[in-house]
């Protein structure tokens, strides 16, 4: 079962950057789909950006121009470039990827890590 570390959170003004990092348990899988995703108390998780294995990407309205994804496919490494962080940016922040095993989409997720922004 592959296993997803997050790493890079932690406590920042607004303004300020961060970048998220998340690795994969093994490097020899092929994920279609790897995306971050957030969650603060109280709401929903949502999405926040996603990019595919031939590197096409998707962004929440509320991120874009301000945060990029990226990844490195041959060690099926996840970024997330934060810039000009908000307040209202603070929550957890998961990583997730997805593969196919045989016809089925199967999905794993990290264990979060805490991204605080302070006014």
């Known amino acids: 079962q592959v296993q997803l570390v997050e790493s890079g959170g932690g406590l920042v003004q607004s303004g300020g950057s961060l970048r998220l990092s998340c690795a994969a348990s093994k490097s020899d899988l092929d994920f279609v789909l790897m995306g971050w995703y957030r969650q603060s108390p109280g709401k929903q998780r949502e999405a926040v950006a996603v990019i595919t294995n031939g590197c096409n990407t998707n962004y929440a309205d509320s991120v874009k121009g301000r945060f990029t994804v990226s990844r490195d496919n041959a060690e099926n490494i996840l970024y997330l470039q934060m810039n000009s962080l908000r307040p209202e940016d603070t929550a957890v922040y998961y990583c997730?990827?997805?593969?196919?095993?045989?016809?089925?989409?199967?999905?794993?997720w990290g264990q979060g890590t805490q991204v605080t922004v302070s006014s």
């Open positions: 997730n990827a997805q593969k196919f095993v045989d016809t089925d989409l199967v999905s794993a």
